[in-house]
């Protein structure tokens, strides 16, 4: 998944924990992914993007991917 951003906020990179600037909730189960593209997470958040690699999702299956902006 792949979000561009409004050019006019701030991603907040630490928005659920140091450096945790995703949430995805799938399966009842909600984890935090980091803002840093440089790791094996598969999630990124800067300024421009929001990327999360979601895998295979089933047929009716419900993800939710949350991040957290300041707009300016």
Sequence with gaps: MNDPL???G???LSA???GQG??????GT???RTSTGADADGASLD???MQATLGTLL???TVR???QVTIR
Excluded: K
């Excluded at 995703?22 to 399966?27: A, E, H, K, N, Q």
């Design 6 to 8: 409004a050019t006019t």
């Design 10 to 12: 701030t991603a907040q």
């Design 16 to 18: 659920y924990a140091s």
């Design 22 to 27: 995703i949430r995805i909730s799938r399966g």
């Design 30 to 32: 909600d984890t935090t």
């Design 47 to 49: 300024n421009a993007t």
């Design 59 to 61: 047929a009716g299956e």
């Design 65 to 67: 991917v949350c991040f």
